[in-house]
């Protein structure tokens, strides 16, 4: 079943904490993203990458890092967490950038205290 | 940054078509046109996209104005499971393949 999973579903962290969110997509596709959902602000895109070991800043890239050092994996970092990074995450993945279709993970929900 | 602007909320009866529009009047000539929805507890789920000309899939219809500072997403009979946040999105290759999603329509269908 062609899918994108992130692991964890939810997490809670304290303020500081190193934590990663992986992504995986069995598709093949090129194009992955990175997005968080906050109410009122719909999704704002934090990171993507077009292919392995290319990537580029979204609208929110303040505070996170990512990596694509294999076509399928896609985890997001950070580094140093603060409660203003509370949010619902979002991977994406499509099979070559934005302009074709794009299939979603089940969402991350990160708390961070 | 291309945006888009769509009405927080629309209603519809089940089993009738609905129209959900979409104003994005700063778009470029290479932006897409996308619409997914969103589900409650679920990511978004890809509807449908275009670039000028109208799109037809089993899901919906998307209709582009001449001038593609507007679109509507055409629903042809309203399920329950249609009821979920749509939202309309710009993809900008000539800003670097980003992904402009906006707040979304909040559709409510009423058995």
């Known amino acids: 079943e062609a899918q994108v999973t992130q692991n964890p579903r939810y997490l809670i962290t304290v303020t500081g904490k190193k934590l990663t969110v992986t992504c995986s997509q069995n598709m093949n596709h090129e194009y992955m993203s990175w997005y968080r959902q906050d109410p009122g602000l719909g999704l704002r895109q934090i990171y993507y990458s077009m292919n392995v070991e290319v990537t580029d800043k979204g609208d929110v890239p303040e505070g996170y890092k990512v990596s694509r050092k294999e076509k399928r994996n896609f985890p997001l970092i950070l580094e140093s967490p603060s409660p203003n990074q509370t949010s619902l995450y979002f991977c994406?993945?499509?099979?070559?950038?934005?302009?074709?279709?794009?299939?979603f993970g089940q969402g991350t929900r990160l708390t961070v205290v | 940054d291309a945006k888009t602007t769509q009405p927080n909320s629309m209603e519809s009866n089940e089993e009738e078509p609905v129209h959900l529009p979409c104003n994005h009047s700063t778009i470029s000539g290479t932006d897409y046109i996308h619409w997914y929805r969103q589900l409650p507890s679920q990511g978004p789920e890809y509807v449908i996209h275009g670039l000028t000309s109208n799109v037809n899939n089993r899901m919906a219809s998307l209709a582009i104005a001449e001038d593609r500072k507007s679109s509507t997403l055409i629903l042809h009979r309203a399920t329950l499971r249609d009821a979920a946040v749509y939202y309309c999105i710009l993809s900008s290759l000539a800003t670097g393949n980003q992904f402009y999603f906006g707040t979304g329509t909040s559709l409510t269908v009423i058995p």
């Open positions: 994406a993945s499509a099979y070559s950038g934005p302009n074709t279709e794009a299939f």
